[in-house]
Structure formats: C-alpha cells, structure tokens
C-alpha cells in the first residue's frame, strides 16, 4: 500500500488545514487508517484514527479542533484541522493498517506560526 500526502504549510495560530492522505488501493481493504505526527525534537503520537467500521479516535489535544473522515471513492483520507496552535507544529505522518502490516506516509510539515 503506497500512500501519498499533500496539504501541508504554514498557517497563523487560529487558522486551519486540511491533509490528504490518497492510498492506492480501495479503503474497503484497509483495517485501520489515520494521522500521526512527530513534533520536533519529540516521539511520533497518534493524532486521529478510522477504522473500516467507521470508528474514529482522537489524542485528547486535538479533539473539538480536528476530523478525520474518508472517500472511499477517492480513496483518501482527510484530517480537517481548526483552530490551529503553535504546539501543533509537527511532520504529520498518514498511516494505514492492512493485511496485518503497517504501512506509513513521506510525511508532510505542518507549522503553526504565533
């Protein structure tokens, strides 16, 4: 599984983002996907997760400020981020769990100017 991200920059604390993780096969087939990110100079964290099912999990810090949804037709999966803080500053990482193997993202920069 190949997945691809884009929507990554800079925006002002307060403002918003919209990340796209495209995968290149049906996400009928995938168990788990979702967002990580890696904060500089920090551990990756889980940040938002959909399972096949339909269920979503949030870190506490982001829940009320961001959604994690999917088209399948498009076979991409979106994290809608509002109300951005500087501490969200990080390399957001698209992750997919399929077929019992794990499979990650380049990453792409999110940086949240005060």
């Known amino acids: 599984v190949q997945l691809v991200e884009s929507g990554g920059g800079l925006v002002q604390a307060g403002g918003s983002l919209r990340l796209s993780c495209a995968a290149s096969t049906s996400l009928f087939s995938i168990n788990v996907m979702g967002w990580y990110r890696q904060p500089p100079g920090k551990q990756r964290e889980l940040v938002a997760t959909?399972?096949?099912?339909?269920?979503?999990k949030y870190v506490d810090s982001v829940k009320g400020r961001f959604t994690i949804s999917r088209v399948f037709a498009e076979r991409t999966v979106y994290l809608r981020m509002e109300s951005l803080e500087p501490e969200d500053t990080a390399v957001y990482y698209c992750?997919?769990?399929?077929?019992?193997?794990?499979?990650w993202g380049q990453g792409t920069q999110v940086t949240v100017s005060s």
């Open positions: 959909v399972t096949s099912g339909g269920s979503t």
């Open positions: 992750y997919a769990r399929h077929a019992l193997s794990d499979y």
